[in-house]
């Protein structure tokens, strides 16, 4: 069983920046995947960005140059770092890992991006 915690959200103000954090039970060199999405208001959950494996990225096009995904093996943590942030940023964000054919997500962290 693999537990993720998130950490960071909060208010932002517009063109702001913040740096999410996903603390994993587990070794995440060992998981097949790991990543962010995040549901706004009456949405559908979405991809935001994702490690998979130890070298591949990817971001959803809407994010792109605005947000990076990082790792810390030492501390078994993922981060996200946005910058200019926009009113459309507002959402819960999730952090979610693959793991031995099975899906773990965090409770998620709010992010608020108002003046």
């Known amino acids: 069983q693999v537990q993720l915690v998130e950490s960071g959200g909060g208010l932002v103000q517009p063109g702001g920046a913040l740096r999410l954090s996903c603390a994993s039970s587990?070794?995440?060199?060992?998981?097949?995947?790991m990543g962010w999405f995040r549901q706004a208001p009456a949405k559908p959950r979405k991809l935001v960005a994702i490690?998979?494996?130890?070298?591949?990225?990817n971001y959803a096009d809407s994010v792109k140059g605005r947000i990076t995904i990082s790792r810390d093996n030492a501390k078994n943590t993922v981060n996200l770092q946005m910058y200019s942030l926009g009113p459309e940023t507002t959402a819960v964000y999730y952090c979610?890992?693959?793991?031995?054919?099975?899906?773990?997500w965090g409770q998620g962290t709010q992010v608020t991006v108002s003046p």
């Open positions: 979610a890992a693959v793991h031995e054919g099975r899906r773990y």
């Open positions: 587990g070794n995440i060199l060992s998981f097949n995947a």
């Open positions: 490690l998979i494996g130890r070298d591949s990225t």
